[in-house]
């Protein structure tokens, strides 16, 4: 019976009720008042907890080598030799403990140093580039130099923003449907009208004038164009020299985002303004409802804000993920991206701050919101499902499932349908306000990349994957 401390027989043996382990005495009680556990299992153990057992006393006799004076030397001088090769050893460790930390110390030192030398060629490099001037192709109005990571607008136009927000905001829980506006009835007799031939393969995005009759789109070859409905033919061709990404209408202006990373802005078929500076493609363009401001989206994970008076830049802000996807809201006091990252990211469009972040489910493909001021839609890439969000709550309050993957969403300027365009049909999400609830008055198997509003929401004008157009009207 041996101590589980010592490893010798005790002289006053003690046992453990929870182990059963044996110990010496005197050892476990000093153990116990200074761990109040057991040294073998870790367990909690106390005083109580010990049952003393008898045993006889033992005598364990002399070691023969301890039974003289010399020999007791002896021993002393062993013992005195082992601690004297630990203390040695235990310096030997400290040594080289001090050499590794001193190690660590200027690696650390070494990359501190590189980080800020990195981070001063960074800023030397965004000074350089700040004096880049932005030209070509007849673009006019763009050769001032570049301001970077100026997040707050300028006074002038941050009061336009204030003033498009409050006139806005005043007017649009009272302003009337417009006489003339297509209603639910309407809409469910929508049917494939007049199509055309694939005009520009490639084309991803379609914007239509406030008349409703001319569609603006642009193909992987660089070129766009401005179709009119009424008179199934191309007016304007338009050289954009890099393929197409987005597209929109600045009053009679047509406004194209491309793959260089460039703005092009073009009026009765003439480049009139070259704006932009993206490394890398202009995945997404938005109009600020006061006309004054246009903004631009990049796979550089960074957005842009041009004053349109002067086709300058006046702001840009570095996002945390590449951009997909751009909207302003409809009172124009916050602008929302969407990131590959499957994130919404909403900015104080004045200052260039972040105000909130919401996740979704996959990446952002579209969004779109209602002229309600509440209510924005969201399409995730691949997915079957728009989400319909609450800007108060910030959640989403509805799931649309609409039977195939979605690529492109818009409401009408009432606030009433929600056209959906995807590889796989084209359908409309319709929300009546009176009972609360939604329906789908139609649903057509045209495949889509996108979908635009015909004038007072009377026709669907989609972009085929092929790079044509097909009109849906009522019948």
Known sequence: MLCAISGEAPQAPVASRKSGNVFEKRLIEAHIAEHQTDPVTGEDLTVDDLIELKSPRIVTPRPPHLTSIPALLTAFQTEWDAVVLESFTLKQQLAQTRQELATALYQNDAATRVIARLSQERDDARQALSSVTVSGGGAVGNGDSMDVDGQALPEELAAKVDECQQKLFSTRRKRP???????GETVETFDVGASTEPLYPGSSAISVDQSGDLALFGGADG????????????????????PVTDTLWWGSRAVIATASGTVKVFENGDETAQLGSHAGAATAIALHPSEAILASAGADKRFIFYDLASNKVVSQVYTEAEISCCAFHVDGLLFFTGGVD???????????????????????????????????????????????????????????????????????YTGQFLATAGPGSIS????????????????????????????????????????????????
Do not use: C
């Open 223 to 242: 070129v766009a164009g401005v179709y009119s409905v009424s008179q199934q033919q191309l007016v304007h061709t338009l050289k954009t020299g890099s």
């Open 428 to 475: 409309v999400q319709q929300y009546t306000k009176s009972s609360k609830s939604w329906s789908e008055p139609v649903r057509k198997a045209v495949p889509a990349r996108d979908v635009a509003w015909g004038a007072d929401a009377s026709s669907l004008i989609a972009l085929t994957p092929e790079g044509g157009l097909t009109v849906l009207g009522a019948a």
């Open 177 to 183: 449907i417009p006489d003339g506006w297509a209603t």
């Open 342 to 412: 499957g994130k919404i990211r909403i900015f104080d469009v004045k200052t260039g701050a972040n105000m909130a972040v919401l996740d979704t489910s996959g990446p952002v493909g579209s969004i779109s919101f209602s002229e309600n001021g509440t209510w924005f839609a969201v399409a995730g890439k691949g997915s079957s499902s728009v989400s319909v969000w609450d800007l108060r709550k910030q959640v989403p309050i509805k799931e649309l499932d609409v039977g195939g993957p979605v690529d492109s969403i818009h409401w009408d």
